[in-house]
């Protein structure tokens, strides 16, 4: 396995592998079996496997988590040779913004809901560094966790608004045995609230139910779900929301392919979690 620290170098290396089949997964790294999953994957469908590793600044607001975001590159780089990445790019945030950027991108459609109405700013600075990570890296395809949907939906923008000649694939959320969806964030949980984060899963699942047994109501499916998460634990709920997928728009009645998702405060950490559901309740995973 390569490790590519500088753009320069990167960009001369897809000079070089322009006629291979690149698979790109984008982390910031803290890696766990959620990452590996889309390596696995991307393996499978490429001929080589590009992972960058960098915690973004510009999609953390004033108050939130970047200096305290789990950092580990000595282990990220163990872990990505041992599953096979050809290429780890791991820049600076010097090396990435050298600049103070004079261009600001913003994205508007779908980002004023969900993580994107609790975290102004985010996407846009999600879809910046994208687009800078795309041009560098030139991949055929791009792998995300669904387990970060909203995200998705925003990169399936990016990539059919501004053209860029990649295929994105979304892979379904690989959760712990109890439930949970994998996340770099779940470290800063206390035992107590480790228990109590399996009540996100269960609540989706409840919800999910609802709807395999013909509630079309998403309002009556909401007031269910945050009923189930509000006795089963003593995070915040910051939302519960059933919207259309990918637009993201408010449904008045079950009748298209729709996201139920919800978010919980905890002490130190915000948890996220969703499902992907057609309108008879089944799961969708893989999305391309
Ligand atoms: O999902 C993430 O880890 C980040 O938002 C991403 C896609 C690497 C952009 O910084």
């Known amino acids: 396995m390569k490790i590519i620290r500088t753009v320069q170098t990167m960009m001369k290396e897809m000079e070089l592998l322009k006629d291979k089949k690149v698979g790109f997964v984008p982390t910031m790294?803290?890696?766990?079996?959620?990452?590996?999953?889309?390596?696995?994957t991307a393996k499978k469908e490429n001929d080589i496997v590009i992972?960058?590793?960098?915690?973004?600044?510009?999609?953390?607001?004033?108050?939130?988590?970047?200096?305290?975001?789990?950092?580990?590159?000595?282990?990220?780089?163990?872990?990505a040779k041992q599953a096979g990445v050809s290429?780890?790019?791991?820049?600076?945030?010097?090396?990435?913004?050298?600049?103070?950027?004079?261009?600001?991108m913003t994205i508007g459609k779908g980002s004023n809901?969900?993580?994107?109405?609790?975290?102004?700013?985010?996407?846009?600075?999600?879809?910046?560094?994208?687009?800078?990570l795309f041009h560098m890296t030139q991949p055929t395809n791009a792998y995300f966790g669904l387990k970060d949907a909203q995200q998705f939906a925003m990169v399936n923008?990016?990539?059919?608004?501004?053209?860029?000649?990649i295929q994105l694939i979304g892979l379904p959320t690989v959760r712990e045995s109890d439930g949970l969806a994998k996340s770099s964030r779940n470290v800063y949980?206390?035992?107590?609230?480790?228990?109590?984060?399996t009540a996100l899963y269960s609540a989706l699942k409840l919800g999910q139910k609802l709807i395999v047994d013909g509630i079309k109501n998403p309002v009556t499916i909401i007031k269910e779900v945050e009923n189930f998460i509000r006795t089963s634990t003593k995070g915040s709920i910051?939302?519960?929301?059933?919207?259309s997928f990918p637009n993201l728009e408010n449904v008045v009645i079950i009748n298209e392919q729709i996201i139920l998702a919800v978010a919980v405060k905890f002490k130190k950490a915000r948890l996220i979690d969703n499902i992907i559901l057609n309108p008879d309740g089944s799961q969708l995973d893989r999305i391309n």
């Open 87 to 104: 290429i780890l790019f791991i820049p600076t945030v010097n090396e990435m913004y050298p600049d103070e950027m004079s261009i600001n």
């Open 189 to 197: 949980l206390s035992s107590m609230e480790r228990t109590d984060a």
């Open 238 to 243: 910051d939302y519960v929301e059933l919207l």
């Open 113 to 132: 809901v969900l993580c994107g109405k609790s975290r102004p700013g985010h996407f846009d600075g999600v879809i910046t560094v994208l687009t800078k």
């Open 29 to 40: 790294g803290y890696l766990h079996e959620g990452h590996l999953s889309l390596v696995e």
């Open 157 to 165: 923008s990016l990539i059919s608004e501004l053209n860029f000649p």
């Open 51 to 79: 992972m960058s590793i960098f915690v973004n600044p510009l999609q953390f607001g004033p108050n939130e988590d970047f200096d305290q975001y789990p950092r580990d590159e000595q282990k990220d780089a163990e872990v």
